[in-house]
């Protein structure tokens, strides 16, 4: 489509074509934490979770049970792994923010400190 006419066109008319553009690219918004693992193990979606290198994955595991409240979910690079292996502090911090809807109530993150910045 030429530039002349695409600029002179409104966003209205667009909308529905883009939302089917994104909806091509990515899954459905996960209602469980075992949808969103099952999404994230999928091939299909494996563009999600790559690092924007493009040379790792974030998508490290998921397990536990929804019946026991130990579902789970994890997201670590093989870089971030083998980083994590070496230093000798690691600082973690339980955050509870996450959506009802994914059945659970915590993020728990860990850091660490790396050239005077926590990464």
Request: overall charge positive; hydrophobic content about 35%.
């Amino acid at each position: 489509m030429p530039r002349a006419i695409a600029a002179m066109m409104p966003l209205s008319a667009l909308r529905t074509a883009m939302r089917n553009a994104r909806q091509d690219n990515f899954p459905n918004n996960p209602v469980t934490v075992a949808k969103l693992g099952k999404i994230l193990a999928s091939p299909q979606w494996n563009h999600i979770s790559t690092t924007i290198d493009g040379r790792d994955n974030l998508f490290a595991a998921k397990g536990g049970k929804a019946q026991q409240g130990t579902r789970y979910v994890i997201l670590m690079s093989k870089r971030m792994k083998k980083y994590l292996g070496r230093v000798k502090k690691v600082f973690s911090d339980g955050t509870f923010c996450t959506p009802s809807h994914l059945e659970c109530e915590q993020v728990w993150n860990l850091t660490t400190q790396r050239r005077g910045h926590v990464s």
